[in-house]
């Protein structure tokens, strides 16, 4: 395979969809994760014929299938060059003294363990070859803390300061550690928020022009685009109608 390597995690929709397409169009060879077989079987025709797709279904929560999945990819898989970790969620906006242990877990579980299960399994082949590129999904929650975004801004705090851990630690083998700070994204996060509450999700787009997932692919494409002595470190994208975590010019 002549093309450069992508690997996205959470591609069945949202962000890590349009990357996935974006990269493709660069002329990445496409590696696709997610738990929605049918989605990630339904990407591949989207994809264009001059890309090779390999699709993986795993949790992102299961440490040994992780491992095992990643650390079995067939040979010509192996020279993962951009590594997207974007598979997370919310779940639940609830103060913290009526959160959900399972919203919680689910959310560390996530956000946090399972990006660096995936790290974990891809960043050795990185080191070796002293190449590569990685992009943390991270959000304005790990910037600023909101009501009711306790836990989840605690993972997305957790992203940050694990993505600048990378970028120190695996600054003697050249690889670009990237961070991606997101505003408000009208993808399927609210509707995951609220618990497939079609209202509510809708709602909190409402008023206001919200970023699309493209909007977070295209920095992506300028990130992987840069020359060797380049890179983005880290980047907070907003709404213009937003101007911090809690504050957004709606007009209702
Ligand atoms: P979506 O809900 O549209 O996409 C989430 C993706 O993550 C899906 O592909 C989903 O795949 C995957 N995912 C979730 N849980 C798991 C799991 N346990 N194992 C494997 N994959 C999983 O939301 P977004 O595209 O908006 O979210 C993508 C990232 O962007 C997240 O990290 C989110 O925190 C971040 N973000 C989003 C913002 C927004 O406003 N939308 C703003 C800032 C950051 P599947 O369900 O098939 O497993
Ligand atoms: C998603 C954006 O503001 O809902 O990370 O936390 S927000």
Known sequence: MENKIALVTGATSGIGKACALTLAKLGYNIIATGRRADRLKELAAEL?????????????????????????????????????????????????????????????????????????????????????????????????????????????????????????????????VIAIHPGLVETEFSLVRFKGDEKRSESVYQGFEPLLAQDIADIVEFAVTRPPHVVIADVVVLPTAQASATIVNKEL
């Open 48 to 176: 264009p014929n001059e890309v090779e797709y390999l699709p993986l279904v795993f949790d992102v929560r299961d440490r040994e299938k992780v491992l095992d999945i990643l650390g079995a990819l067939p040979e010509e898989w192996k020279a993962i060059d951009v590594l997207i970790n974007n598979a997370g969620n919310a779940h639940g906006l609830d103060p913290i003294q009526n959160g959900s242990l399972d919203d919680w877990d689910a959310m560390m579980d996530i956000n946090v363990k399972g990006l660096l299960y995936v790290s974990k399994a891809i960043i050795p082949g990185m080191t070796k070859r002293k190449s590569g590129i990685i992009i943390n999904i991270g959000s304005i929650a790990g910037k600023e803390v909101y009501p009711n975004g306790n836990v989840y801004c605690g993972s997305k705090h957790a992203v940050d300061a694990i993505t600048n851990g990378m970028r120190i630690d695996l600054n003697p083998f050249g690889l670009k």
